[in-house]
């Protein structure tokens, strides 16, 4: 369980996240919606353990600090991949990273997100749907009980969102938590179990 | 379009840049201190060790006349001191008396009297191993005469000791021989002011222009030119204007820096810089469109900025045997600014070069730009 | 995964972040071709005479030609000049004016006489301005061996001053006189044996091309560790930031970084070091006692690489940080190293001072080899290396963890 209490983020005069508690069950799917420059991803970033709160703290199945940050994955907003090296390169260095390169689970998710025609390719040559799922592939290498994803569907395809759903949909059954961010929910919304809107740094029912 | 927004927008911009700001005001300081202390500085203060093994007199002769020596500090120490001292880069040579130096010379055997250790990482050592011949000389010369004396019917020790006060400062004195350079009848304007504190400073502002023009990078590595070109506005117009905040920053900075040089033609020499810089500001375009970002920058305008004004003239003089050099700057604006920096013919050529700079400058913008556009 | 493939990956990702590592590698040939341009006449050491000189004596007495020709003697023995003899002063100077010869040298009438009664005798040294490089490097020996003979001759004439005290004949006199100015002369030839060496003078006289070859070493491998600088601070403050990394795993890749940004500046002193022995012939043995100087710099400024690119959030503040840091580090040692009199703190400085030891290692392993100061500049190497990667960790780890 992730739980998060009186999550507060200030940027200057600016509040992003505004006393914000939440609590994530085991298996559990939310979607957290929102406008453009809601707090969702100061929100997601906080929970992540990749942003420090101003107050507040997370707990993550009762740990706190490293070993809170080992249990969950995280896919950023932003394409955080290593852009010099190659899809597959990408996958390996950052499973290394995190803990031990894996080729099975490298070959598994470039299967799933059906990356095989440009896996040897250069990330910076491919186009921004494809990057997104090479940065959702990243986060989805090496062992995680808790995956938070930050807008994992923008700038793909129809079909691409497909293929992401019915990954998500596999983690899910694997006894995966999640919480998702989306502007769109069309498409993840069937997924979730529950979903909470944020709208000025507080949730709104 | 509205192109005092954009020269308001560089000010703002160039006059928060610190990083690059610090250039100007360091070029300043550096310049003014060039201009107020130049002239050749003494090698002062060198620490050399000298490790006095003779077993006779004339070992400490030599060390008396070795302290006299300007531009050194000697101290005398052991082998093992002094060595230690030289690892630990507190002292830059050695200079060793060997056990013999006395009776090798009272037997004439010239091999080997001293041993000398230069550590080459200074300049200033390049006259050090002969300035230690000389002295071993010098000692040598002193027993040479002593010995003729001895020689002589009726000569005691007291003529002898008496020899000795005489010359104890004749090597301190002008000798009665010397030999003195005339340079020939080719150069006739025999430079006595060298004006490097001017000459450095067009250095540093064109390295500052080419520096702090990551703007300029975006005319290469964007498609900043195409927008401007379709919403019909010039790209001259655009160069210039957002060029000029930096060109007023040099032309300020080179006010004290001209004042203190005390040039006897200042308004010739401004005429000439603003020109010059002008030029300069041109030539950071295609350093800055060639570099595409800063990364890449901050490697080549060194460099570039270095060589160009190398082969002008500004930092050092050329030497003579490389006059060709001389011949291929005149495309450089350099070359025109050092002409006027002595007094010689450079208005028009400053002119004709700052045209064929600027268009050169506008046209390898285009071309940039073009070949992103196909890219 | 094999540790070495992080190294192989961060090579890739140097290189493949733009031209930067390119250019970095490759930016110490114009540097060192440029310096070689006007480092050209010093570099020349065998072939044709590049001194052309001319002489006149009009000295009835040939002492003074005697020393003269001693000290050029050895230069035109090893074909670095060649003599020209004149009859008049006047075609001296023209030889000169029409750049026929490089250095007219003219001896007036009666130098020796006057000399000899006390009076200060001044020869002359003309020369074109279009070989005044070459010149005044033989007018600077020319010089010093003159005035120590002229001093000398004014020792020579105290001892003169005892004779006559004693009360010895003209002749006698003239005779000391003479066997000691040919005491002085044999001195002058044998000069250069004083230090164990052939030849007159001008030993040191390429101490300036040392010390800038190694400053050039120095400043070029530093250069190059830029792209290290940006990369890291780029990794920092958009890379894992945002990515969970568990500390072990990022002290392997920061290893990594530290190993590539070495190689990168092993590859610019591959360039630069067969172009530096390609313009002065250094002899293999010493040019061999380089390699650990080479490693053990790359490995130090890598390290002060991902150092300074782990002190700034912005890639752009970083290499202005590096660009500022190495200029005054090199200016420096450029202007101070040497000196005595600095304040305390600031000779501590210099003293361990990276580039210091850099610098000196370079000029003094090629050229001028002492094991003591070798050893003392490789240990100030390794030291600075052990310390800029634990500090630069340290801020490592800080930036890329919450």
Known sequence: ?205 | MNYFALLKGRTRALLTDFSSLAVIIIAVAVSIYISQYSGTENAKGIMIEVVNEDRGTLGERLTEILSYEEGYEFEVKTYDEAIKNLAGNKAQGIIEIAPDFSEKISRSEYESLVRVTVMADSYEMKTFTEMVINDAIKVWSEELVKKRIGEIEGATQDDIDEFCENTKDAWYTDGLLDIVSVMGKEDDTQKEETFFGIRWYAFFAMFYLCISGTWMCGYSSTGLLRRVTGRRGKISLLFAFQSLPGIVVSLLGFIPVLLTSAHPHPVKVFISFVIYICSSAAFALIICCISGKFSNLVLISPIATMVVSLFSGLLCELPDWAKVWDLTSVIVPGHWFYNAIFDKRYFAGAILVLAGWFMTGMFISWIFSKKKRSE | MNPFSFVLYDIKRLFGHGKTAFIAMFSPIPVVLMFGLFMAPLLIDKGDAFYSVAILSEDDNNRVSQLMNIIIDYEVKTGNIAIYPVKERETGEKLVDDGKVAIFIYIPPNTYLDSMSGKKAVMEFYYSPTHAFDALVLYTGLKSSVSVFGQGIGVVDSGIQIAQKLGLSEDEILNIWNEGISDLLNLFIHRGRVIGKNGIFNFGADYHFRLVIAVLFATCSYLSSFPVIYLTSLDLSETFSKRSIPTKKLFGYYVARIISGAILIISSFLIMFPIARALRSIKINFALSVIPGIILTSFAFSALAVLLGSLFKRGQSALWAGLYFGTASIAAVSFLSDKADLPKVLSFLMRISPFRASVSIFSNAMFNFVAERYTFDLFILFCAFAIFSVAGFIIYRKRSAL
């Not at chain 1, 942003?51 to 070993?67: R, S």
């Not at chain 1, 896919?75 to 852009?83: G, K, T, Y």
């Not at chain 1, 799933?112 to 921004?128: A, I, P, Y």
């Open chain 1, 1 to 205: 369980m992730i739980e998060a209490k009186g999550l507060v983020k200030k940027f200057g005069k600016y509040t992003a996240v505004d006393s914000i508690s939440l609590t994530l069950e085991k298996g559990e799917i939310i979607a957290l919606l929102g406008a453009n420059g809601s707090g969702k991803s100061t929100l997601l970033s906080m929970l992540a353990m990749v942003l420090k709160p101003d107050e507040g703290e997370v707990v993550v199945d009762g740990l706190k600090g490293k070993k809170a940050k080992a249990k969950i994955a995280y896919a950023p907003q932003e394409i955080v991949l290593f852009e010099e090296l190659t899809v597959l390169e990408n996958l390996y260095a950052w499973s290394s990273l995190k803990g031990k390169e894996n080729v099975e689970r490298a070959e598994y998710l470039i299967n799933e997100l059906e990356m095989t025609d440009f896996k040897r390719k250069r990330v910076d040559r491919l186009s921004g749907g494809q990057r997104r799922r090479v940065n959702l592939a990243v986060a989805l290498m090496g062992k995680h009980d808790y995956l938070l994803l930050d807008e994992p569907l923008a700038g793909i395809d129809a079909h691409g969102a497909e293929c992401v759903e019915h990954l998500l949909r596999k983690e899910k059954e694997k006894g995966c938590s999640m919480i998702v961010t989306e502007h769109n929910p069309t498409i993840l919304l069937p997924l979730t179990d529950r979903s909470l809107r944020i709208d000025g740094g507080h949730f709104i029912r």
